[in-house]
């Protein structure tokens, strides 16, 4: 199965600019989306297909990368923001998950 | 508004089976994959299974794989995952979640299946 590394957690200041990486043990083209879940809530699409917008997502999130390296960049961070997120691929079989990077505000 | 209403979760001793289901609404059901995906408490996100829309595609994740079934009604607009033979690691938070550019754009809620004697 196709691994998705992310950095546990990270600490940032609201209206400081944040990038959250997540590495893929083979690629997976741009078949890469990000997730954001809040305690007690089901997670949130943010970012589909490497780096398009989901329908009500606000433009301070934005998505890069391609093949194993993605970013998901929040700028500026708001207090709001605390959350897990997730990234996930879909072009290999099966798709799967990264365990999630916390990011909690300073 | 796109809804995803899951239920039929509960505590179920091991062995037993379970059957969850998840009425959508709010968008065209029989257009659309479906897929279940589950979350250990304070884990990670474990895609289960997925289904295409006319159900002509059937996948499920090597840890189920024998044991769960996922169906669905197009005409009732219902997802289904019936479970059996559960063991103590089957207990997850399950959601239901729309297929969309090979993410996930809408989730339901999630329904609670503990494993346990």
């Known amino acids: 199965d196709t691994v998705l590394t992310q950095s546990p957690a990270l600490a940032v200041s609201p209206g400081e600019r944040v990038s959250i990486s997540c590495r893929a043990t083979?690629?997976?083209?741009?078949?890469m989306h990000w997730y954001q879940q809040k305690p007690g809530q089901q997670p949130k699409l943010l970012i589909y297909?490497?780096?398009n917008l989901a329908s009500g997502v606000p433009a301070r999130f934005s998505g890069s990368g391609s093949g194993t390296d993605f970013t998901l960049t929040i700028d500026p961070v708001e207090a709001d923001d605390t959350a897990t997120y997730f990234c996930q691929q879909s072009w290999n079989d099966p798709n799967t998950f990264g365990a999630g990077t916390k990011l909690e505000l300073k | 508004e796109v809804q995803l209403v899951e239920s039929g979760g509960g505590l179920v001793q091991p062995g037993r089976s379970l059957k969850l289901s998840c009425l959508a609404s709010?968008?065209?059901?029989?257009?659309?994959?479906m897929n279940w995906i589950r979350q250990a408490p304070g884990k990670g996100l474990e895609w289960v299974a997925s289904?295409?829309?006319?159900?002509?595609?059937?996948y499920y994740a090597d840890t189920v794989k024998g044991r769960f079934t996922i169906s669905r009604d197009n005409a009732k607009n219902t997802l289904y995952l019936q479970m059996t033979s559960l063991r103590s690691e089957d207990t997850a938070l399950y959601y239901c979640?729309?297929?969309?550019?090979?993410?996930?754009?809408?989730w339901g809620q999630g329904v609670m299946v503990t494993v346990s004697s």
């Open positions: 709010g968008f065209t059901f029989s257009n659309y994959g």
């Open positions: 083979e690629g997976v083209k741009s078949y």
């Open positions: 297909k490497a780096s």
């Open positions: 979640a729309k297929l969309r550019d090979g993410g996930y754009d809408y």
């Open positions: 289904i295409t829309s006319s159900s002509s595609f059937i």
